[in-house]
């Protein structure tokens, strides 16, 4: 992994678009995205990692909330974390594409900016939800993902001034730079 610099920012309206390569859990935001199982408890990888630098409070916290549907998000405090909150958005399982992966997927992104609007914070950053254990192509997330936040910024960006895209390694980063420039963004 690399530092947080941003690999490539745009800008749609007043908020800055950030590709980072790093470890989210680092990211000094009001906001990161935990990709959440539907029970939100502990998982692996990102997973597994913001809960392991939340500390467990998080644990608790997340049994409180009784859960959480795949395509929604909730929030919690982000206790150890640099990160003020947490919110948990599970995304879809891959199944070959023929499951409704894509609006569930693009649900998650839209939930997570909703919830950060309505708690006017304005800085999130989010993990490159679905691409890992749960087996969505990255190439095909990298462009739900980064629809979804330049829909939901276009529509209604509020409070928020800063979307980081976090991606883990310089593979999941190439998918948002190429989607970008598909985009006219780069």
């Known amino acids: 992994m690399t530092s947080s610099t941003p690999v490539l920012t745009a ?3 007043k908020t800055h678009i950030d590709i980072v390569i790093g470890d989210i859990t680092t990211l000094d935001v009001d906001v990161i995205v935990n990709a959440a199982n539907e029970a939100l408890v502990r998982g692996g990888g990102v997973c597994g990692a913001i809960f392991r630098a939340a500390g467990p409070e998080l644990d608790a916290a997340c049994a409180r909330l009784g859960g959480c549907s795949t395509g929604d998000a909730k929030m919690t405090d982000g206790f150890r974390l640099k990160a003020r909150h947490i919110i948990h958005a599970v995304g879809p399982v891959w199944h070959g594409g023929d499951a409704n992966e894509d609006a569930l997927l693009a649900s998650c992104y839209r939930r997570a900016l909703e919830i950060t609007a309505a708690n006017r914070l304005a800085s999130i950053a989010f993990p490159a939800i679905s691409t890992g254990i749960y087996g969505f192509p990255g190439d095909r997330a990298a462009r739900i993902a980064t629809g979804a936040v330049v829909s939901e910024l276009s529509a209604k960006a509020g409070s928020i001034k800063r979307v980081v895209l976090c991606c883990f390694d310089a593979r ?8 970008f420039a598909e985009l006219g963004l780069a």
């Open 172 to 179: 999941s980063g190439q998918h948002y730079v190429e989607t």
């Open 11 to 13: 800008e749609i309206g």
